[in-house]
């Protein structure tokens, strides 16, 4: 990735609008900044939450609360708690993301 055009600049999270994203079974709610091609989220997934779809979009994904489990298209499955992260290139392997407990994230892609 490369970054260009872009001045230093804070985000205030708590003051960036939530937009509410249904999935398959609970919800998603998301603050969303873009700058430029990069849009950087934080994520809440309550919980209960299965997406309603295969993502095939490359992400750097951080986990900050909860628990979140990761399943690959070929059955492969990963869990992420506080700390850990994941990176996947776009179209490299479909994804979907569910938890029982609700996870917060930090997303950028």
């Given at each position: 990735?490369?970054i260009?055009?872009?001045?230093f600049?804070?985000?205030?999270?708590?003051t960036v609008?939530?937009t509410?994203h249904?999935?398959?079974?609970?919800?998603?709610?998301?603050?969303?900044c873009?700058?430029?091609?990069?849009?950087?989220r934080?994520?809440e997934y309550?919980?209960?939450?299965?997406?309603?779809?295969w993502?095939?979009?490359?992400h750097?994904?951080l986990?900050?609360?909860?628990?979140?489990?990761?399943?690959?298209?070929?059955?492969?499955?990963?869990?992420l708690?506080?700390?850990?992260?994941?990176?996947v290139?776009d179209n490299?392997?479909?994804?979907?993301?569910?938890?029982?407990?609700?996870?917060?994230?930090?997303?950028?892609?």
């Amino acid at each position: 990735m490369e970054i260009n055009n872009l001045p230093f600049c804070l985000t205030d999270w708590a003051t960036v609008a939530v937009t509410e994203h249904p999935g398959e079974q609970g919800m998603a709610f998301w603050r969303t900044c873009h700058f430029g091609p990069i849009r950087v989220r934080m994520v809440e997934y309550s919980a209960g939450y299965l997406a309603d779809h295969w993502c095939s979009k490359g992400h750097v994904l951080l986990c900050l609360e909860g628990q979140l489990e990761t399943e690959l298209a070929d059955g492969r499955r990963f869990s992420l708690t506080p700390g850990i992260s994941y990176q996947v290139a776009d179209n490299a392997e479909a994804h979907r993301s569910s938890t029982t407990s609700g996870a917060k994230l930090f997303i950028v892609d």
